[in-house]
């Protein structure tokens, strides 16, 4: 009997346990309801509101969030662990303060949605939409793409779908402050790394898109973009009868007083033009400026790490750098301001054929079988894609403007007087530059001690002052139509950081005023009788054995002193038109000159004119296409994979999960 009473209750409990088992909730198989096995979904557990607890987040203008967020974090750690947040936490540092808090509190829209009674509320899409707007540019001055989070129509809502603003609390406190915002640039006197040199000039023609853009003229050794940024009135385009000019610094990479110098002049002319300076926007809208800052980035990177190397706290005298060679020349090694061809040395061998011009001189097949930089070949692409009147390169070492020619005149003279044909002119031009300058015209004894006298009031003819070939500014005369100077910053090659402002206040007036000087001489046009611009016709002044061609609509500059000159207009298959002018001394903008040109048959004696017997054509350039390599295989041979990332990529690499590559622009 007690065995039959331990049965029942052991059967009992099996079928209490059995329907326990029966009724708990299991999950749903599709196969259950075709068995008759009927089963409950779990209810999904409904969001709550809790606490902002993220660091980067915690000033909103409200305190309750909820997840899973608007971009599916399901909680705040994960939410924490994401590249999403950690480009929150870095902006600030990333966009060097520009567009913060604006950029972070948006993105913690997102990251921690504002909750009420128990529900989500989204951003509005309007506040994304002017923050977009405003802050673009700075994204792109660092070369980093729109983060994908703040899409304005992906994780915003409209107005009407009831949406909340979330930098209110930030506008409130603009209001407190009563600070209306001012266009204003702040120049940081201080040394910047070639990405974030980029950066600025991306930032500073964003800031200013309607009379700036940046473009690109080829890249370096190592890859880096030789990165020029333009001003003018209508940026890209060649308007008619408006000259162009350019500065190139950092030629030796380390001489870099000139880099910073068009650094801040490119962020002075935006500003100024912002802010209404008539003498700005009077040069801006005449004149289309190119400026080059760093035409060596590899030689600059090399001097400015060995800088920071020398620099010892406890120790003054071990902050002023000053190296003569490292850094100089380009990462092959190259002096950049010798790889240029030597057509000063063809000008000397035939000045005494009748009809030679010492213009537009063809560059010799010889000069392609050398080394050629990647930098010279860019910059001489550069050269004679734009129709340059003046230009000025910047070093340092001395205190002066040197003027062509650079290479003596006599082989065996290291220290000759070369004047070009427009020996006056030139001086014209140094002495612009150095009058200006703050103190570049007092005395006439070498101050630095490094070539002896410098000459009469801070200039000096190049070869004069120390004679070499292959130099850039007899280059641009003799190949193109543009006048270029060097001007020598100072002794120091690489100054301390504190003598920056210094070294800005002394130049800025000059630098305006060269600028200014593109509009001495005489302008026009050249016209057949139909009223079409004639291009590639010459323009020669009597007595001046060097000529100028016009532009592609037939425009042309022409820089001359103040007197009488006897101009003549040709071209082949045109009649020759001559005029007599009068420059005055004190006219402050170019006389206008106009000729009409009249069909004709062209004279054998007049064909040869136009040439340099066996030497080759002008447009004889990179023959055997050997240098184009550097502009566009080179670059792409190892592939996407072998890609350079930006300079910003390094706080994103290790992120955890996947790496962020929506941040990488295409």
């Known amino acids: 009997m007690e065995f039959i009473r331990r049965k029942m209750k052991t059967i009992v409990f099996l079928n209490a346990l059995a329907t326990v088992v029966w009724c708990a909730p299991s999950l749903c198989d599709p196969e259950d309801e075709f068995l008759g096995i009927f ?6 557990e409904q969001p709550k509101c809790m606490d902002i607890m993220m660091n980067y987040c915690d000033d909103m203008s409200y305190t309750h969030t909820v997840f899973p967020n608007i971009l599916g974090h399901r909680t705040r750690e994960e939410a924490e662990l994401g590249p999403e947040y950690l480009l929150v936490s870095v902006v600030h540092n990333l966009l060097n303060g520009e567009c913060t808090p604006d950029i972070r509190m948006l993105g913690c829209s997102v990251l921690v949605p504002r909750c009420e009674k128990e529900k989500v509320l989204k951003p509005c899409r309007s506040t994304c939409e002017a923050v977009r707007k405003n802050c673009y540019h700075a994204f792109e001055g660092i070369e980093m793409a729109w983060p994908y989070f703040l899409d304005c129509d992906r994780f915003f809502v409209s107005d009407q779908e009831g949406c909340y603003d979330p930098l209110e609390g930030l506008r409130a406190i603009q209001e407190e402050r009563n600070t209306p915002e001012k266009p204003h640039t702040v120049i940081q ?29 080829g890249r370096s050794v190592e890859g880096k973009d030789l990165l020029v940024i333009e001003f003018s009135n209508n940026p890209g385009v060649h ?79 071990a902050q002023n750098y000053n190296s003569w060679t490292l850094g100089r020349g380009n990462a092959q090694n190259i002096d950049l301001n010798r790889n240029f061809p030597d057509l000063t040395t063809i000008v000397y061998s035939r000045r005494r054929h009748r009809r030679f011009r010492s213009n537009h001189i063809p560059i010799p097949d010889a000069y392609w079988f050398g080394k050629v930089a990647p930098e010279t070949y860019a910059v001489m692409k550069w050269i004679r894609s734009f129709p340059f009147v003046l230009s000025a390169n910047f070093h340092g070492g001395e205190l002066l403007v040197s003027y062509p020619y650079d290479l003596s005149k006599h082989p065996l003279e290291q220290k000759m007087f070369s004047p070009t044909p427009d020996e006056q002119v030139f001086k014209q031009i140094a002495r612009t530059y150095a009058d200006a300058h703050a103190t570049m015209s007092e005395g006439n004894s070498g101050r630095c001690e490094n070539f002896g006298s410098i000459g009469q009031d801070g200039i000096i003819n190049g070869a004069w002052w120390y004679s070499f070939a292959g130099g850039m500014q007899d280059f641009n005369y003799l190949h193109t139509n543009c006048f270029e100077v ?102 402050q903008k170019a006389g206008r000159v106009d000729f009409v040109l ?57 992120a955890h999960g996947s790496t962020p590559t929506w941040l990488l622009r295409n």
């Not at 005449?286 to 035409?295: E, K, N, Q």
Request: glycine share 6%.
């Open 39 to 44: 089963c409950k979904e779990p209810e999904p």
């Open 239 to 317: 308007e008619l009868l408006e000259p162009e000019m350019k500065y190139i610094g950092n030629m030796h990479g380390n001489e870099v007083l000139g880099r910073q110098l068009l650094i801040y002049l490119a962020q002075y002319l935006c500003s100024e033009y912002l802010l209404g300076n008539r003498r700005i926007q009077t040069l801006i809208n005449t004149t289309r400026i190119h400026i080059l800052p760093s035409m060596n980035p590899d030689g600059y990177e090399l001097a400015a790490a060995e800088v920071q190397d020398t620099i010892d706290p406890e120790n003054d005298e």
């Open 486 to 587: 060097t001007v020598e910053l100072g002794c120091d090659k690489f100054p301390a950081e504190e003598e920056l402002y210094t070294g800005w206040k002394d130049n800025k007036e000059a630098l305006l005023t060269f600028m200014e000087s593109v509009h001495r001489g005489i302008k026009g046009i050249v016209k057949d009788e139909d009223g079409n611009g004639i291009k590639g016709a010459r323009i020669s002044v009597r007595g001046i054995r060097h000529d100028i061609t016009t532009a592609e609509n037939g425009d042309y500059w022409r820089l001359l002193t103040a007197g009488i000159h006897i101009l003549t207009a040709s071209a082949p298959g045109y009649t020759r038109a001559m005029k007599k002018i009068h420059l005055p001394a004190r006219l």
């Open 598 to 654: 009249q069909k004709a048959v062209v004279e054998p004696d007049m064909e040869e004119d136009y040439r340099i017997p066996s030497m080759g054509t002008y447009e004889h350039f990179d023959p055997y296409n050997q240098f184009e390599r550097y502009t566009i295989s080179e670059q792409n041979q190892n592939g996407e994979e072998g890609q350079e990332k930006p300079w910003w990529w390094s706080y994103f690499s290790h």
């Open 189 to 217: 006197f201080s040394y910047q790394s070639n990405a974030q040199m980029n950066s600025i000039l991306k930032k500073t023609a964003a800031r200013c898109p309607e009379i700036a853009m940046t473009y690109s003229i």
